[in-house]
């Protein structure tokens, strides 16, 4: 477990010397007593121990490896700090999926989908006050719900009798609509690939851009009001949702 943790510390040490601007830019103090690399270290590791909370991760190191990490702050100073490197997370994240994606097999497919983060729901959904900068008020067509939240979006690699590979995370206000999202994430797409989407993404111009990229927008389809039903659609959107 030791040549694990020496082995993470090296990871990151390492990605943080190829990225000097990380080091500027994410920490208010440029030489702590206990740098952020260490922080980042001891928070993933933790996690890889089956710890899913800051303060848990906090307990574990603090009781079983203090000696590793001798200039260990106060639990409230670590919480504050680990709030500030969000974006070294981001970096760290897009570079561990970029070196195992040559572990783990994937199509040149993509599939791209989102997940509401409900803060307050219900009667609740006017009042709430949480993440006031970002959250709004939102409706969940699949919960057929009124809250107040955020929206979770992505993008991942479909791999075939196994999860997707997620490449690219987004968080926007739960008013967004996903089409818009979509835009933001601004998929890179391989040559020749699809993108499978449920019918929330079925909209012809984000088809022809999709085209003039050179891949294809695979959404399921959406009946018009009045529109006679044929099997046609039906097996299609069978097809469409078997591959998400």
Same mark, same amino acid.
């Given at each position: 477990?030791? %040549?694990?943790?020496?082995?993470?510390?090296?990871?990151?040490?390492?990605?943080?010397?190829?990225?000097?601007?990380?080091?500027?830019?994410?920490?208010?103090?440029?030489?702590?007593?206990?740098?952020? &690399?260490?922080?980042? %270290?001891?928070?993933?590791?933790?996690?890889?121990?089956?710890?899913?909370?800051?303060?848990?991760?906090?307990?574990?190191?603090?009781?079983?490896?203090?000696?590793?990490?001798?200039?260990?702050?106060?639990?409230?100073?670590?919480?504050?700090?680990?709030?500030?490197?969000?974006?070294?997370?981001?970096?760290?994240? &897009?570079?561990?999926?970029?070196?195992?994606?040559?572990?783990?097999?994937?199509?040149?497919?993509?599939? /791209?989908?989102?997940?509401? /983060?409900?803060?307050?729901?219900?009667?609740?959904?006017?009042?709430?006050? /949480?993440?006031?900068?970002?959250?709004?008020?939102?409706?969940?067509?699949?919960?057929?719900?009124?809250?107040?939240?955020?929206?979770?979006?992505?993008?991942?690699?479909?791999?075939?009798?196994?999860?997707?590979?997620?490449?690219?995370?987004?968080?926007?206000?739960?008013?967004?609509?996903?089409?818009?999202?979509?835009?933001?994430?601004?998929?890179?797409?391989?040559?020749?690939?699809?993108?499978?989407?449920?019918?929330?993404?079925?909209?012809?111009? %984000?088809?022809? &851009?999709?085209?003039?990229?050179?891949?294809?927008?695979?959404?399921?389809?959406?009946?018009?009001?009045?529109?006679?039903?044929?099997?046609?659609?039906?097996?299609?959107?069978?097809?469409?949702?078997?591959?998400?």
């Amino acid at each position: 477990m030791e %040549t694990k943790l020496i082995e993470l510390y090296l990871l990151i040490c390492r990605l943080y010397d190829n990225q000097p601007v990380l080091k500027q830019q994410l920490s208010n103090n440029h030489q702590p007593l206990f740098s952020d &690399e260490e922080l980042l %270290t001891m928070y993933l590791f933790g996690h890889l121990q089956g710890h899913t909370t800051g303060r848990r991760i906090y307990d574990y190191i603090d009781n079983h490896w203090r000696a590793w990490f001798p200039a260990l702050p106060a639990y409230q100073a670590f919480n504050r700090r680990l709030n500030e490197l969000v974006p070294a997370f981001e970096f760290l994240i &897009e570079h561990l999926l970029k070196g195992a994606a040559w572990q783990i097999q994937s199509t040149d497919d993509r599939l /791209v989908d989102s997940v509401p /983060v409900m803060l307050a729901r219900g009667i609740h959904a006017n009042r709430g006050r /949480v993440a006031a900068g970002l959250a709004d008020a939102g409706f969940c067509a699949t919960k057929q719900q009124h809250h107040r939240g955020v929206k979770l979006h992505f993008i991942a690699a479909h791999r075939s009798k196994g999860l997707p590979l997620p490449e690219r995370i987004h968080l926007s206000k739960a008013s967004q609509h996903d089409l818009a999202a979509l835009r933001e994430l601004s998929p890179r797409m391989p040559a020749n690939s699809g993108l499978f989407a449920d019918n929330v993404y079925f909209h012809a111009a %984000t088809q022809a &851009e999709l085209k003039e990229q050179g891949s294809f927008l695979v959404a399921s389809y959406k009946r018009h009001r009045n529109e006679p039903q044929t099997n046609v659609p039906t097996l299609y959107n069978r097809f469409v949702s078997a591959i998400r």
